[in-house]
């Protein structure tokens, strides 16, 4: 589980010692003002220690971006597609069950369980509380994480859980399924009829819970999540804008076909197109299943791989288009992308490296004024021509 961002790592004074315990006693007071317990409070609350790695980690900003093929290859391997199955089967009568009642499948619960721990395989070993109280206390993203470390402790309070067992990622995602505590708090269910909700040991408190946290996010019952798709010959780039959707008879009409070749469905169903990799890589029509993976994790490449590891599991072969080896960029081009487009008066925003939302369409007008691939993706026919490359 991914968490929010925040303010920008740079230029925050560092948090010390001093400034940690100071801190603490604020903690120790707005947990008495939730109605924690006191032995909690001073305990447990009152006794964390500051992770200064996690601090590190969270303002840690990669230098270089990562490619669809470098982030999908790593998820998608033939080892999670095999180990998928097997666990399919193994836990098959739960997996129908939880279908039934909240209406997500199978697969979808076995690939969520791979991509967030390797099927349980890698849960995380950072001391949770200490690292939620660390964040809490860095001035970065302090509400957020102070919210969560609540939440938190009072999961510590309703089940009874040690320190010891509340281990996970450093940002503080615990168990098979990675739950923010606010996310344990209000989506964990008991699957296996114990009275605890334990994403750390129990299997099926974890799939359980997943399966309740898609349908709360707005999973639609008998909809898949989307399909690779083939763009015909001579597609026209301008019909690519952000977010927007057609239905999937439009997208038809322009003469997008199945990877099969087959023809799509003529159905009113709303499908946006991606293109992760550029015109270069594969394309995808998603539905609104997408976007509720999306709501798990905030990342285009996180739901691609999501869905495309479930289809898998259930038997689909390889992407037809596999994503194509591409050059990782800097943060540096990207700012200097970023700035010829300001200067040509395209308002991508204040260069930060990141390609978002403006960035791309910015770019995109860009490419459609020079006869370039109007793709919104930084090939490099597009840099060469801003004089980048
Ligand atoms: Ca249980």
Not at 39 to 51: F, N, P, Q
Not at 175 to 204: C, E, I, R
Request: glycine residues 10%.
């Amino acid at each position: 589980m991914l968490v929010a961002s925040g303010a920008a790592a740079e230029a925050l004074p560092s948090l010390d010692k001093a400034g940690f315990d100071q801190c603490l006693q604020e903690l120790q007071q707005k947990a008495r003002t939730e109605g924690i317990d006191e032995i909690i409070i001073s305990g447990t609350l009152g006794k964390l220690t500051m992770v200064e790695r996690v601090i590190e980690l969270d303002r840690k900003q990669p230098e270089f971006t990562q490619t669809f093929a470098g982030y999908f290859n790593k998820r998608v391997t033939d080892w999670r597609v095999e180990q998928g199955r097997k666990l399919l089967k193994e836990h098959r009568p739960l997996l129908d069950k939880l279908t039934r009642e909240y209406g997500v499948p199978p697969q979808y619960l076995v690939a969520f369980w791979g991509m967030e721990t390797n099927f349980g395989g890698y849960k995380g070993k950072m001391p949770v509380l200490d690292s939620l109280a660390t964040l809490a206390c860095d001035h970065r993203r302090s509400s957020y994480f102070t919210q969560e470390l609540m939440q938190a402790l009072k999961l510590k309070q309703k089940y009874g859980f040690s320190n010891e067992q509340m281990v996970g990622s450093w940002a503080g995602a615990m168990g098979h399924t990675q739950f923010m505590p606010t996310a344990y708090a209000s989506y964990a269910v008991d699957g296996d009829g114990d009275g605890k909700a334990d994403l750390w040991n129990s299997t099926d408190d974890a799939l359980s819970s997943a399966a309740h946290f898609l349908q709360q996010l707005g999973w639609q019952r008998n909809e898949r999540w989307g399909r690779e798709v083939v763009l015909p010959g001579g597609f026209d780039y301008a019909h690519l804008t952000d977010g927007k959707t057609r239905s999937l008879k439009q997208w038809g009409e322009l003469g997008l076909t199945q990877a099969n070749g087959g023809r799509l469905p003529a159905l009113d169903m709303q499908a946006t197109l991606h293109l992760p990799a550029g015109a270069a890589g594969p394309a995808f029509l998603t539905y609104g299943n997408f976007d509720v993976m999306m709501r798990w994790n905030r990342s285009v490449f996180y739901a691609l791989s999501v869905g495309h590891l479930a289809d898998r599991i259930i038997g689909a072969g390889a992407l037809k288009v596999a994503p194509p080896e591409q050059t990782p960029l800097s943060r540096d081009t990207l700012k200097q992308l970023q700035a010829k487009l300001n200067d040509l008066g395209y308002e991508v925003g204040k260069p930060d490296g990141i390609l978002g939302p403006k960035s791309i369409a910015g770019l995109r007008a860009y490419q459609l004024s020079q006869g370039l691939v109007a793709d919104g993706f930084p090939q490099p026919q597009t840099l060469e021509k801003l004089g980048i490359l």
